[in-house]
């Protein structure tokens, strides 16, 4: 049985994480990406909030198929 582990950074904008890695600000990151896949060009899903991201990249659809389109709950 082969596991993987998926670290996603979330709220943080491209050019600031590579800044951050190049300045050895990330050096866990930086660490475990030496021996993993990082993929770099990437676009969230819309709405971008968190729980959206990552049910698409746990379900690999968008919102609007797993249902998941915002961060608040509530009755209507």
């Given amino acids: 049985m082969r596991c ?8 943080v904008n491209h050019k600031s994480y590579k800044r951050l890695m190049k300045s050895g600000k990330l050096p866990f990151i930086e660490e475990i990406s ?3 896949i990082v993929v770099d060009k990437c ?17 690999a ?3 609007g198929y797993h249902g998941l389109v915002g961060q608040a709950w509530g009755s209507t």
């Fill in 4 to 11: 993987f582990i998926i670290a996603i950074v979330d709220g």
């Fill in 34 to 36: 030496k021996n993993g």
């Fill in 43 to 59: 676009c969230t899903v819309f709405p971008s909030a968190t729980i959206c991201g990552h049910a698409s990249i746990n379900t």
């Fill in 61 to 63: 659809v968008h919102p």
